[in-house]
């Protein structure tokens, strides 16, 4: 191995979290492979917990290949202690406690992250919660602040707003100096938005978003919505917007194709966009982890914001972690152990 490592701790093979074929949770299980090594500009993380996210549950189905070159492991976050470093790393160095943006396979004991995608774990945080950060710190950096380009005094509507992106994102957004309304299933899930900090929680099994969004605005709209519904809401979330509003949409939980009328988009000089985060170029996955760096990892060290964790399992149960993330019926993260596997 030519890198700097503490070679002796690093065995050859892992454990890691595999899926038989593709299908419903119940095919995950754990098996043994490689442990991989870093590339000249990759850092190996021994893996302490692993985020669980909506594209580990979509890779899983057998809907949503990795990219060329990406471990076909799951997990696309990963905190941990490196152990050892590419010869062209500069930032990080073995013993460093981080948390990465992963290409794929941080399911596993072992998991390599380019030096750009990584970041040193916010003082104060225990690893668990630092797994719980890159995945959607990333994704809310790059759509709300980059593409939405939100700016303080304005409003954000966050779709999901209970999810581990909505729960982050009403952070980030109030510290930015937002008013943030956020779209939920039930009470309980409302209740956690305005403890979170919301300024106001709507539930949509009992009342019109688009309805509550005109009263709450005095009939103006929302400069930026968060959407990862799709469906009908690709329509809902036209009207709902102000005039040159930015709506951003990062996944289609009621699928992507809807009959529209883009007139209003006209008049009101709409931006409709979206992205996906995993295809981007590692050049630009270290910019937004530089992004997050000056403006998040500060309040996160400070405690003004936190990532909130809905349940931590044993990575040898990540059927059921799955499962709650298949349920909908989760206010956060959901997060593996992999110390446990």
């Known amino acids: 191995m030519t890198t700097n ?3 002796s701790t690093i065995p050859e093979s892992m454990l890691y979290v595999a899926m038989s074929e593709p299908g419903g949770p119940e095919v995950l299980g754990t098996e043994s492979t490689q442990t991989p090594e870093p590339a000249a500009d990759e850092v190996l993380i ?6 669980v996210n909506r594209p580990d549950v979509v890779q899983r189905q057998g809907l949503y290949p990795p990219p060329p070159g990406a471990s076909p492991i799951l997990g696309l976050e990963a905190s941990g202690e490196v152990v050892a470093v590419g010869t ?11 948390c990465a943006l992963t290409n794929g396979g941080a399911y596993a004991q072992y998991v390599v992250a380019p030096e750009g995608q990584c970041l040193q774990v916010p003082s104060g945080l225990s690893m668990d919660q630092a797994a719980a950060l890159p995945e959607t710190c990333f994704t809310v950096w790059t759509n709300v602040f980059d593409r939405g380009a939100l700016q303080p005094g304005e409003t954000l509507l966050i779709h ?12 980030m957004a109030k510290a930015w100096g937002a008013r943030v309304l956020v779209t939920v299933s039930s009470e309980e899930k409302r209740q956690a938005c305005l403890e979170l900090g919301a300024d106001v929680a709507i539930n949509y099994q009992q009342d019109d978003f688009v309805e509550v969004v005109a009263r709450e605005t005095d009939g103006r709209g929302v400069d930026v919505i968060l959407d990862m519904v799709g469906g009908d809401y690709i329509q809902r979330n036209i009207t709902a917007a102000a005039v ?3 709506i951003v949409n990062i996944a289609f939980l009621r699928g992507p194709q809807n009959d529209i009328n883009l007139l209003p988009m006209m008049l009101k000089r709409l931006t409709l966009t979206g992205s996906t985060l995993r295809p981007q170029s590692a050049e630009a996955k270290a910019h937004i982890a530089e992004q997050l760096q000056t403006h998040i990892w500060p309040l996160l060290e400070a ?6 964790l809905a349940q931590v399992f044993p990575a ?11 349920s909908h019926d989760l206010i956060g993260k959901v997060v593996l152990e992999l110390a446990t596997i």
């Open 5 to 7: 490592s503490t070679e």
């Open 46 to 51: 021994k893996v302490a917990y692993a985020g």
């Open 88 to 98: 062209q790393v500069s930032k990080f160095q073995v013993g460093d406690r981080v």
């Open 160 to 171: 999901g707003g209970a999810s581990g992106i909505g729960t982050s994102a009403i952070q």
């Open 244 to 246: 040159d509003g930015r």
């Open 303 to 308: 405690k003004t914001m936190l990532p909130k």
């Open 316 to 326: 040898t149960e990540a059927t059921a972690a799955h499962q709650l993330m298949e």
